[in-house]
């Protein structure tokens, strides 16, 4: 029902307290540590050598728990840090994340959890695969485009390993520097604890976090249909 409602659409829109009452609201950064101290996670800065490039990032590996600890003692130290931890990856997890009711988990492909303090990600797209963000604790805004508006944002070189990243700065562009993103269609989903975005395939966008907040993203294959669409539309 929900891909028939508004997959087919292929337009974001906010489940408001979409899990309210689920195993998940019980989900933060601290659940994640006592669960799974020793989950490996991947640890991401923004680079800032280069502050006009909102793709630069450098990332290293950590552990769930030590990440945690530093925050708690530390936290203004790690302004701009944010963790991912692959959910599948570790056992332990697995049965405490529902699936998701919206799709046939057949195609589930992965399912991801990000934290961080004061973090932003870069404007991105995922082109073969759906997205449900669940935003479990803390603050989060969402900057969206649609994949229509692709030409207009500043992907890296075609044949760069990220391609489907921009370069500009979503929340606050150099428009100087990124003169044709002012004529593509900027959206703003605001997201409290107990929301859920849906971000269809392809489409561009930009996920930033005040204080610390923490979300869990699952992603599922799109149908050949959906990418079809997209291509022919754009």
């Known amino acids: 029902e929900f891909e028939d409602s508004h997959v087919n659409r292929h337009e974001p829109i906010v489940l408001a307290q979409f899990f309210v009452g689920s195993r998940l609201r019980e989900w933060s950064l601290a659940h994640l540590a006592e ?136 929340m606050a562009p150099d428009l100087a520097r990124f003169p044709r993103l002012s004529k593509a269609r900027r959206r703003v989903a605001k997201l409290a604890p107990g929301d859920a975005l849906y971000i269809p395939v392809s489409f561009w966008h930009a996920v930033y976090g005040a204080g610390l907040s923490t979300s869990l993203s699952y992603f599922w294959r799109a149908r050949r249909r959906d990418q079809a669409s997209v291509r022919a539309a754009v």
Not at 50 to 70: E, I, K, L, V, W
Not at 136 to 157: I, Q, R
């Open 35 to 170: 669960r799974a101290p020793a989950a490996t996670v991947s640890l991401y800065r923004r680079v800032l050598t280069d502050p006009r490039d909102a793709s630069r990032r450098t990332a290293a590996m950590t552990t769930a728990g030590d990440f945690a600890a530093s925050i708690r003692s530390q936290p203004a130290d790690h302004a701009g840090e944010s963790i991912r931890c692959v959910v599948d990856d570790w056992p332990t997890l697995i049965a405490e994340v529902p699936e998701c009711p919206l799709f046939d988990p057949r195609r589930q492909q992965i399912r991801e959890l990000f934290s961080g303090v004061n973090y932003s990600t870069s404007g991105h797209a995922h082109p073969a695969l759906h997205t449900l963000l669940c935003h479990l604790e803390g603050e989060k805004e969402v900057v969206l485009y649609s994949p229509h508006d692709g030409p207009l944002l500043y992907a890296n070189p075609l044949l760069s390993e990220e391609y489907y990243v921009s370069r500009a700065d979503f």
